[in-house]
Nanobody, 123 residues
Framework: VQLQASGGGLVQAGGSLRLSCAAP????????MGWFRQAPGKERAFVAA????????LYAIAVKGRFTISRDNSRDTVYLQMSSLKPEDTAVYYC?????????????????WGQGTLVTVSS
């Protein structure tokens, strides 16, 4: 599965940004999708996940209520809508795919990764 993340950029605190991750091919709907992020000097961390058919989601506590993950299987794309952004949200954001049937936050369970897109939130 080839994943291509996009949509990162510079935004002021309190602003919004939407990330996209395209996974062209006929197998996209077979995978649950997740977003992770890695801030400078920190380990990669789970952000959000969405089920194969978009009927279930999971969020990290730090982003719950501010971020929304969704997917469009007709476009082979997963999205991360980020609102009320804070400087601590600054990180490289990665999309990933897992064949696990349940939503999961564990990095090793995600076999496929995109290249990452940088989000910078200024104060």
């Amino acid at each position: 599965v080839q994943l291509q993340a996009s949509g990162g950029g510079l935004v002021q605190a309190g602003g919004s940004l939407r990330l996209s991750c395209a996974a062209p091919g006929r197998t996209f709907s077979r995978y649950a999708m997740g977003w992770f992020r890695q801030a400078p000097g920190k380990e990669r961390a789970f952000v959000a996940a969405v089920s194969r058919n978009n009927d279930s989601t999971l969020y990290a506590i730090a982003v719950k209520g501010r971020f929304t993950i969704s997917r469009d299987n007709s476009r082979d794309t997963v999205y991360l809508q980020m609102s009320s952004l804070k400087p601590e949200d600054t990180a490289v954001y990665y999309c990933a795919a897992t064949s696990r049937a349940v939503l999961i936050a564990n990095i090793p369970d995600y076999a496929y990764w995109g290249q990452g897109t940088l989000v910078t939130v200024s104060s």
